[in-house]
């Protein structure tokens, strides 16, 4: 039997910036956030906060906007105790900007995400053997509305912020993949899809935890690094250095045949 018959496979997705581009929606609203917290004096643009981001603990973009926020004052000498930020009222103005005013009726940037990919390729995956889910940092509301109202997923399997720790911990990796096998015969190959350093730092310590299963991190290219081939690459360099087996510039483009060549070509 050949390899790729014989791997049983499962890949995990994340959404942000894999699913959806959310450089007008999440990263607009961490520059928003910023911008008002420092009165209007620093709006990050998005290399700051991709550069932010390669540091690879400032997965969850509450965090990132508090962080550079407090970057900014402290370079202009203050201390963060003397700063007494607001997380809360940080994290109400992002998701008043992400999300709209009201929490129960999105109408904010949300709204308006371009979808990467399409529920007929996830059918694909299905049809070749292959389980699929979502592990993200995105809220479940949040995720859920891009899944279930937007592709018209039926209950997919999904760990998001509310349920685990944040990226780059596996805990979320690895529970989402128990939720796949739900007693069933055990995955040998698991692939995680993300666009962020933090992604494959979470790979890299789901390999140094469970050794029993083969952990695959493949990188895509967030839409808004594309825009010029030195953005390009510089940030594909950023995701194989941090540990991705390969980098795509769109999801789909992992195909069945591509995710088995990538297990056997990994395996060998």
């Given at each position: 039997?050949?390899?790729?018959?014989?791997t049983?496979?499962?890949v995990?997705f994340d959404i942000?910036?894999?699913?959806?581009d959310?450089?007008?929606s999440y990263r607009r609203?961490?520059?928003?956030t910023v911008e008002?917290?420092?009165?209007?004096?620093?709006?990050p643009t998005?290399?700051?906060?991709?550069?932010?981001?390669?540091?690879?603990?400032?997965?969850n973009?509450?965090?990132?906007s508090?962080?550079?926020?407090?970057?900014?004052f402290?370079a202009?000498g203050?201390?963060?105790?003397?700063?007494?930020?607001?997380y809360?009222a940080?994290v109400a103005?992002?998701?008043?900007?992400?999300r709209g005013?009201?929490?129960n009726n999105?109408?904010g940037?949300i709204c308006?995400?371009?979808?990467l990919?399409e529920?007929?390729y996830?059918?694909q995956l299905t049809q070749?053997?292959?389980?699929?889910?979502?592990?993200s940092g995105?809220?479940?509301?949040?995720?859920?509305?891009v899944?279930?109202k937007?592709?018209?997923?039926?209950?997919?399997?999904?760990i998001?912020m509310?349920d685990?720790p944040?990226k780059p911990d596996?805990?979320?990796?690895f529970?989402?993949?128990r939720?796949l096998?739900?007693?069933?015969e055990q995955?040998?190959?698991?692939?995680?899809?993300g666009d962020t350093?933090?992604?494959?730092y979470?790979v890299?310590?789901a390999?140094?935890l469970?050794?029993?299963?083969t952990?695959i991190?493949?990188?895509?290219?967030?839409?808004?690094?594309?825009e010029t081939?030195?953005q390009s690459?510089?940030y594909?360099e950023?995701?194989?250095?941090?540990g991705?087996a390969?980098v795509?510039?769109?999801?789909?483009?992992?195909t069945?045949?591509?995710i088995h060549?990538l297990?056997s070509?990994v395996?060998?």
């Amino acid at each position: 039997m050949t390899q790729e018959t014989s791997t049983k496979a499962a890949v995990v997705f994340d959404i942000d910036g894999v699913v959806r581009d959310v450089s007008g929606s999440y990263r607009r609203a961490i520059a928003d956030t910023v911008e008002y917290f420092t009165n209007a004096a620093y709006r990050p643009t998005p290399s700051d906060i991709d550069q932010l981001k390669s540091e690879g603990v400032w997965n969850n973009d509450w965090e990132a906007s508090q962080e550079l926020i407090y970057r900014y004052f402290t370079a202009g000498g203050q201390s963060r105790e003397q700063l007494q930020l607001d997380y809360n009222a940080i994290v109400a103005f992002f998701q008043s900007r992400y999300r709209g005013p009201d929490p129960n009726n999105l109408t904010g940037y949300i709204c308006d995400e371009p979808l990467l990919l399409e529920s007929s390729y996830l059918d694909q995956l299905t049809q070749a053997g292959i389980a699929w889910g979502f592990f993200s940092g995105a809220t479940r509301v949040s995720a859920n509305f891009v899944l279930e109202k937007r592709l018209g997923l039926q209950s997919p399997v999904l760990i998001a912020m509310e349920d685990a720790p944040g990226k780059p911990d596996p805990t979320g990796l690895f529970a989402t993949v128990r939720q796949l096998e739900n007693g069933i015969e055990q995955n040998s190959a698991i692939v995680y899809v993300g666009d962020t350093v933090a992604d494959m730092y979470t790979v890299e310590k789901a390999r140094s935890l469970d050794s029993a299963r083969t952990w695959i991190g493949v990188g895509v290219l967030p839409p808004h690094v594309q825009e010029t081939p030195t953005q390009s690459e510089a940030y594909t360099e950023t995701l194989l250095r941090a540990g991705a087996a390969m980098v795509l510039a769109n999801v789909q483009q992992l195909t069945p045949i591509q995710i088995h060549k990538l297990i056997s070509r990994v395996c060998a």
